[in-house]
């Protein structure tokens, strides 16, 4: 464990080193987030829409019941703000680009192409590493802002529609404006900004260490996902608590 922690702080020293390269890899940095956006941009969509609808449909009614039909909006507003849009399209992104990202690495590294950029000194890490790292941190806070726009959304047509809340959009939406600041939502976006940092290293580092034949490129795979999805719930209790002591 010590091991694994030390070697994922190394790649991520190493990244940030090589962040003055960057403008050198602009275009493939682009091409990078035109590929995590293309793949993740309908799934979120669905996801988000969802999300928001199941958290309005199951507190809705309760809290009508209970004279509190104002809450909703709120409820809402800050359960996708703080926590599930980040956390669902973290998740999201550790499975679908995640995944990826291993695999493609690893299979450059079981034929021995990472080998060959060495050969011309080539920096992997500067050609490899970071234009996937910045590509996620450039996808990862804009889809979690389309998230929680969404999410939102989805709860104010189920508030809406269900006979049993019976909101207005107008109602839902200028409740969700009184329960919402700035600040939640700027918390919401830091925490994707750091998700999408743990995500692209631990994704690269698993797919630079893949060694033997095509089968560890699987293995690699499924460690590089689960332990990301680890990585993600640890890290936001842990940002979570920092935000609390703040306020």
Partial sequence: MIRYTSEIVSL???????????????RKIIQCFYDMANAS????????????GVLALQSGPVLVERGLSFVVGQLVGLSMCKELAPVMM?????GRIGSAITAELGSMKVYQEIDALWT???NPIHYLVLPRVAAILC????????????????GGLVSWLNQEIGLSLQAYFSHLKAGI???????GITKSIFFA?????????????TKGGPRSIGRSVTQSVVQSIVCILISDYAITRIFVWIE
């Fill in 197 to 209: 940092m743990l995500i692209g290293i631990v994704s690269c580092h698993h797919g630079l260490q």
């Fill in 181 to 187: 600041s700035l600040q939640d939502l700027a918390q």
């Fill in 120 to 122: 011309m000194k080539i």
């Fill in 90 to 94: 973290a998740i999201l992104m550790a």
């Fill in 41 to 52: 941009l309908l799934m979120s969509c669905v996801l988000s829409l969802f999300i928001g």
């Fill in 12 to 26: 991520g020293l190493q990244t940030l080193g090589a962040w003055p390269e960057m403008w050198h890899h602009r």
């Fill in 139 to 154: 996808a990862l806070p804009l889809l979690v802002l389309f998230s929680i726009l969404v999410g939102w959304m989805g």
